[in-house]
Nanobody, 129 residues
Framework: QVQLVESGGGLVQAGGSLRISCAAS????????MGWFRQAPGKEREFVAG????????YYAESVKGRFTISRDNAKNSVYLQMSSLKLEDTAVYYC??????????????????????WGQGTQVTVSS
């Protein structure tokens, strides 16, 4: 079991940057691949970025590639999403997620909704013009 709490969301102008964080409880954080998803009003939840349990590999949605960076600090039980060159269409509630069994092996980064079993409550990111 792992519990996740996101923080750092807010209002930012288009073109700006923001870093959101996710703090995980439990001593087994390093055994989970982690991901960030987002959900805009009226839309389905979508994958944004993921990272392997040791941080050795990452994977991004095409819409954020080159603008967002996912990272993790296993010593702090935390995962981060650095967002740059933000666009209006990045406005959404951002959710942190931990994978569920069967756990990914090697350098594969889970990227599908059903591969994640633990979710935070979400943090709102609003990009204004």
């Amino acid at each position: 079991q792992v519990q996740l709490v996101e923080s750092g969301g807010g209002l930012v102008q288009a073109g700006g940057s923001l870093r959101i964080s996710c703090a995980a409880s439990g001593r087994t954080f390093s055994t989970y691949a982690m991901g960030w998803f987002r959900q805009a009003p009226g839309k389905e939840r979508e994958f944004v970025a993921g990272i392997t349990k040791n941080g050795g590999n990452t994977y991004y949605a095409e819409s954020v590639k080159g603008r967002f960076t996912i990272s993790r600090d296993n010593a702090k039980n935390s995962v981060y999403l650095q967002m740059s060159s933000l666009k209006l269409e990045d406005t959404a509630v951002y959710y942190c997620a931990a994978e569920k069994p069967p756990f990914a092996v090697g350098e594969y980064v889970p990227r599908l909704l059903y591969q994640y079993g633990y979710w935070g409550q979400g943090t709102q990111v609003t990009v204004s013009s």
